[in-house]
């Protein structure tokens, strides 16, 4: 068969609905996380090891570390922000 390089001819249709894997998916992850599982308490802890982190810098330190945060590359002191931001 000789057929020319822009042919698509020969392609089949094909897709896939990923959708009820991907809420199945998020199901198993909420079913692992158990029913003790406290996002608000979470992020509490998330936000006071954050502070903890970052506490008791030297002069030198803080620069860097505004330094960082301008640069987008360390969050900033944003309350309620998740880890992922």
Request: glycine share 6%.
């Amino acid at each position: 068969m000789d057929h020319a390089p822009d042919s698509h001819s020969d392609l089949v249709g094909f897709s896939i609905d990923l959708t009820v894997e991907e809420a199945r998916r998020r199901a198993e992850v909420v079913a692992a996380l158990g029913p003790d599982w406290d996002p608000v308490a979470v992020l509490r802890e998330e936000e006071a090891a954050h502070a903890l982190l970052y506490s008791n810098l030297d002069e030198e330190q803080q620069k860097v570390h505004a330094m960082l945060v301008a640069a987008g590359v360390l969050p900033g002191e944003v309350r309620g922000r998740a880890s992922s931001d």
